[in-house]
């Protein structure tokens, strides 16, 4: 059974920085691509970031360009998203997604439950 | 980048009704190479994540029921569900994936009337 558990979320400064982690299991990670998808309180779902199965390509929406960096590590089967520079409208639900295929271009056919952002001061 | 619009905003249907939601793009969705439109739909359910209904614009996901179905090409994509029940209650994205950044459309809100 796929299974993705996200963590890290937490209640941050702005202009604070932090990183999330999902833990991927039930799937062999390193043959698909993964994305961020986040979605503020009573809003609709924004894609974020994503990364090929091999980590060497990597997309980003122009919202967090520059200071979101998404990586994974396969031996470890786990995806991040690291925060850097973080706004108040980066309050969010924030879900690990699975690729159905290698790169970004294919649907998100797993979810996780999400883990929560929340940039106040 | 693309834009996704929908429409309606939000919906209510009798049961046993047909719901009917449009999708549509900014820029072509449909890939000369594969012959396939880069379009998704998902369900969002109070509380839950999104789920993955239908992908390549038309092929239904795994498990997913058959009165669910998608259709359309290019820019104009619509999800129709041929009758709708209790627990089709739930808010329905589109989202390209024939170009980063992958951007969903803000979603259409189905509920029973």
């Known amino acids: 059974e796929v299974q993705l558990l996200e963590s890290g979320g937490d209640l941050v400064q702005p202009g604070g920085s932090l990183r999330l982690s999902c833990a991927a299991s039930?799937?062999?990670?390193?043959?698909?691509?993964m994305s961020w998808v986040r979605q503020a309180p009573g809003r609709g779902l924004e894609w974020v970031s994503g990364?090929?199965?091999?980590?060497?390509?990597?997309y980003d929406a122009d919202s967090v360009k520059g200071r979101f960096t998404i990586s994974r590590d396969n031996s470890r089967n786990t995806l991040y998203l690291q925060m850097n520079s973080l706004r108040a409208e980066d309050t969010a639900v924030y879900y690990c997604?699975?690729?159905?295929?290698?790169?970004?271009?294919?649907?998100?056919?797993?979810w996780g439950q999400g883990t929560l952002v929340t940039v106040s001061s | 980048d693309i834009v996704m619009t929908q429409s309606p905003d939000s919906l209510a249907v009798s049961l046993g009704e047909r719901a009917t939601i449009n999708c549509k793009s900014s820029?072509?969705?449909?890939?000369?190479?594969?012959?396939?439109?880069?379009l998704g739909w998902y369900q969002q359910k109070p509380g839950q994540p999104p789920k993955l209904l239908m992908y390549?614009?038309?092929t239904r996901e795994s498990g997913v029921p058959d009165r669910f179905s998608g259709s359309g090409s290019g820019t104009d994509f619509t999800l129709t569900i041929s009758s709708l029940q209790a627990e089709d209650v739930a808010v329905y994205y589109c989202?390209?994936?024939?170009?980063?950044?992958?951007?969903f459309g803000p979603g259409t809100k189905v509920d029973i009337k």
């Open positions: 997604a699975k690729g159905d295929g290698t790169t970004g271009y294919y649907p998100l056919d797993y």
């Open positions: 039930g799937f062999t990670l390193n043959r698909y691509a």
């Open positions: 990364i090929s199965n091999s980590g060497d390509t990597t």
């Open positions: 820029q072509n969705l449909l890939f000369r190479s594969t012959n396939k439109n880069y």
């Open positions: 390549w614009a038309s």
């Open positions: 989202q390209q994936y024939y170009s980063s950044p992958f951007t």
